[in-house]
């Protein structure tokens, strides 16, 4: 064979590479871990695996941009070195299916999504990682079954908090609506999206982790006392007007964040009728940024006056809407500018950030 072996009808390339997009949550931030529903857009910021097949059992990784490299064997779990080390991740949790590479590879991982930025550059990662593990295994797998591996292999392999959307929109790209209850189910949306501008703060964001256990905890404190005051309480469908009728027994802050995850809740549903149209009224969508944004900033906490600069900037350079990504605390933000993509990119420069013109794309592929 010129370029590998065929493992049933799969073959095993010699050479190939594997991509992850990252992606921007549009509606529903922070509440994937809540059991809620969420809107994503995968983005043509990667991650990209370039990997080349060796003779023996060893799996050696060079990661480019940060000069790191790692070894391990193929078929043996692989001790983690530190916290979140999700390739090897990826590797046991495809080890523990019955998944085994059928040789070593020499691995180069490279990627322009910024880190700790709020737009999943370890979810896809991890994604690029399965694919890559399943790949030199000689197995295709299913969506659900990406996500599914991927995200035990970044969160329940470490004991982190998060919810599935970020692997979810790396694995299925484009414009995805998530509802993350008790059956998760996808659907995939035809809306058009243009015009979309990244602003980079540069800003460290504080502990990612801490943050989402602390909010988890809030208001899962909440949710826990609403069934203990409203018979029938369910934070999936109970109306927000009968919740406010009983809130104001609850701690403030337990108070303020379940509020704000329900207005999330329902500005979700608002925004999945909206981009159920393959042209959804561009103003209209950034109003509900901007209001997405606001839960945000005064509900949950989540930004800081230099995302505030940037996000001013922006919506004074003609953005119709503008949030915060991510877990918050720093990182980028997103900016919907149709039409004057390069006068935010701009504004955003002048305000010290680092701007990214990105657009939409399909979800995580081997790619050649």
């Known amino acids: 064979m010129k370029n590998g072996a065929v493992i049933g009808s799969v073959q095993l390339r010699r050479h190939f590479r594997v991509s992850a997009p990252g992606r921007v949550c ?5 509440s994937d871990y809540l059991s809620l529903n969420v809107i994503t857009a995968a983005i043509d910021l990667r991650i990209n695996m370039d990997v080349h097949t060796r003779p023996d059992d060893l799996i050696r990784i060079r990661y480019l941009d940060l000069n790191e490299n790692d070894e391990f064997r193929i078929g043996m779990p692989a001790s983690y070195r530190r916290k979140r080390d999700y390739v090897r991740g990826a590797f046991n949790v495809l080890l523990s299916e019955g998944i085994v590479p059928l040789r070593g590879a020499d691995i180069e991982i490279r990627g322009n999504i910024p880190m700790n930025g709020g737009l999943a550059s370890s979810s896809a990662l991890t994604v690029a990682a399965v694919l ?3 790949a030199l295994s000689g197995r295709t797998l299913d969506r659900k079954t990406i996500v599914k ?3 035990r292999a970044e969160v329940l392999e470490f004991g982190e908090s998060g919810g599935s959307m970020d692997h979810t929109a790396c694995t299925y790209g484009n414009i995805v609506h998530v509802d993350c209850g008790p059956q998760p189910q996808v659907t995939e949306l035809p809306a058009g999206i243009h015009g979309l501008v990244i602003g980079d703060s540069r800003e460290k964001k504080r502990d990612t ?3 989402l256990r602390k909010i988890r905890g809030t208001v899962e404190q ?3 006392a609403l069934r203990n005051i409203i018979d029938g309480f369910d934070q999936r469908t109970s109306p927000l007007t009968e919740v406010m009728k009983h809130a104001s027994s ?3 802050d337990v108070k ?4 704000t995850t329900l207005r999330n809740r329902d500005l979700t549903a608002r925004a999945f009728a909206l981009l159920r149209s393959p042209a959804p009224d561009p103003r209209t969508l950034g109003q509900m940024i901007d209001e997405h944004h606001a839960l945000m900033r005064d509900g949950l906490d989540r930004s800081t006056p230099k995302i505030e600069r940037l996000i001013d900037a922006a919506k004074e350079a003609g953005a119709l809407g503008c949030k915060i990504n991510g877990s918050g605390g720093g990182g980028t933000i997103l900016a919907y500018a149709p039409g004057r993509e390069t006068e935010v990119m701009r504004a955003i420069e002048r305000e010290g950030g680092t701007p990214y013109l990105v657009r939409v794309v399909g979800g995580a592929a081997v790619v050649r």
């Open 250 to 252: 609850l701690p403030a």
């Open 209 to 211: 982790v801490g943050d």
């Open 149 to 151: 591996y991927a995200f």
């Open 132 to 134: 890559t593990g399943a």
């Open 256 to 259: 303020r964040m379940t509020l």
């Open 26 to 30: 549009l509606f529903g931030e922070h």
């Open 222 to 224: 909440g949710y826990t």
